[in-house]
């Protein structure tokens, strides 16, 4: 095995690269937003198999089901489940947008595309908000 | 500056491509567009119709007894844990593995992922034949 890398880099050691995502400091956007899209994703996926595992409440029948509903309309919960929604949003946005830089598209104006895809975000995620406490 | 610029936005996807492969990284984009509608409608669905936000045992019921919902929902767990799947395999690939090891990782996320798709359509049929 070679000292280099197909690239004529010296080859990455193991967490590196995972590593490499936090360091923000010196950071250009196009990898604070990489970062961000690899994070949400993360906290998603943990998000998925926790919900699938409360579904499985359903299966347990109307009793089981009415005491999630209780405790899903806590407030605090709500608050949870709001952050769930703001990362939804980050992750979808943003994912869009690399996706579209990634294919060529806008990237010359991807500060600009990373300010509205947030921008959007903490929009809707207000307006979300409002609406799950009931405010509007 | 705009080459600067450009750099620094392609660094990250060239990465991406670089170790998960270029149609992962087109299927995870296809999938994450499909999503946005996807999950929008599944968000809207359960928390935006009925009075009150979520649904009762029997207003799930209700909605599952309806086919057009089953293949909409059928078709969003397929393609949410296609896109989860690679997103967690581009991840992990990200760790620097070399060639076995990345073998191992797309074969454990390939069966994760049908280990999860297998649950949810049980989940989804067993609470469609009680509708």
């Known amino acids: ?136 | 500056m705009a080459t600067d610029l450009e750099e620094s936005v392609r660094q990250p996807s060239r990465s991406q491509r670089g170790r998960g492969g270029t149609t992962a990284w087109l299927l995870q984009a296809v999938s994450g567009v499909l999503l946005i509608f996807l999950l929008g409608a599944h968000i809207v669905a359960q928390h935006f119709v009925v009075r009150g936000g979520l649904r009762d045992y029997a207003q799930v019921m209700s909605y599952l007894a309806n086919p057009a919902v089953l293949v909409m929902e059928g078709l969003f767990v397929v393609v949410l844990i296609w896109h989860a799947m690679l997103g967690l395999r581009a991840v992990l690939l990200d760790f620097g593995f070399g060639r076995r090891g990345q073998a191992l990782i797309t074969r454990g996320v390939v069966v994760l992922g049908a280990v999860t798709a297998g649950y949810s359509f049980w989940l989804i049929a067993t609470l469609a034949a009680r509708g």
């Open chain 1, 1 to 136: 095995m070679s000292a280099t890398s197909r690239t004529g880099r010296p080859p990455e050691s193991p967490l590196r690269g995972v590593l490499g995502w936090a360091r923000v400091r010196g950071r250009h956007l196009g990898s604070v937003a990489f970062f961000t899209n690899r994070a949400t994703g993360l906290l998603l996926i943990g998000y998925l198999y926790l919900h699938l595992g409360v579904l499985y409440m359903l299966i347990e029948g109307p009793g089981s089901w009415a005491g999630v509903l209780r405790l899903f309309k806590n407030h605090y919960f709500l608050a949870l489940e709001s952050l769930l929604i703001f990362f939804i949003l980050v992750h979808g946005l943003n994912g869009l947008r690399l996706a579209l830089v990634g294919t060529g598209v806008g990237v010359r104006h991807q500060k600009a595309w990373f300010t509205a895809a947030m921008s959007v975000s903490a929009g809707l995620y207000l307006l979300i908000v409002l609406v799950m406490f009931g405010v509007i």
